[in-house]
């Protein structure tokens, strides 16, 4: 039987290479962390009890972002957040694929400054609920959510409203 995990059961890592998240919003960790965690907590399927994930987030530039991108997908431009899963196989959609691990590590995120906060501007939208609306997306990825097709675009976006609302975070997908 499949039971949610907790807060206590997710390490963050955060990485700040860039100050001007630091600037922009000064309690920045505080809002990264628990937007993961939000995201994790109501994603994650599994029995295993007492497992422990970890998940690592560096919020960086466009710079370096621009530089993964081109290197990992191909795309020489920069993208608001990148994904990489640790051991892909292992999750279907929040599902765990293997119960015999113990300690989890989900992958890492980046996220580039100068596109999230010109992102928020161009959607009239907060900067920090953008920024959450990103890392609870970037979380779902590590869990083999996607959003390939209708179907997983559907479900995932269900699961990044639900998630959001829990943060007093308005449905980004509404057209204002």
């Given at each position: 039987m499949t039971k949610p995990i907790r807060k206590s059961d997710i390490s963050?890592?955060?990485?700040?290479?860039?100050?001007?998240?630091?600037?922009?919003?000064?309690?920045?960790?505080?809002?990264?962390?628990r937007a993961a965690a939000s995201a994790l907590v109501r994603a994650v399927q599994t029995d295993k009890a007492g497992a422990h994930f970890y998940l690592t987030i560096r919020l960086s530039d466009d710079a370096e972002v621009q530089?993964?991108?081109?290197?990992?997908?191909?795309?020489?431009?920069?993208?608001?957040?990148?994904?990489?899963?640790?051991?892909?196989?292992?999750?279907?959609?929040?599902?765990?694929?293997?119960q015999e691990v113990q300690s989890i590590t989900l992958g890492d995120m980046i996220l580039a400054y100068e596109t999230v906060a010109q992102e928020a501007g161009e959607q009239g939208k907060t900067f920090m609920a953008h920024l959450q609306h990103l890392v609870v997306h970037?979380?779902?990825?590590?869990?083999?959510?996607?959003?390939?097709?209708?179907?997983?675009?559907?479900r995932m976006e269900a699961l990044e409203i639900e998630v959001l609302a829990r943060l007093g975070v308005e449905n980004p997908y509404e057209i204002r």
């Open positions: 963050v890592s955060l990485q700040q290479p860039c100050a001007a998240w630091k600037t922009a919003l000064p309690n920045v960790r505080h809002v990264v962390e530089a993964l991108n081109g290197q990992f997908r191909g795309k020489e431009k920069p993208t608001n957040v990148l994904s990489f899963p640790f051991a892909p196989r292992l999750w279907r959609e929040g599902k765990l694929m293997q970037g979380a779902l990825h590590l869990l083999g959510f996607d959003h390939e097709d209708d179907a997983q675009a559907e």
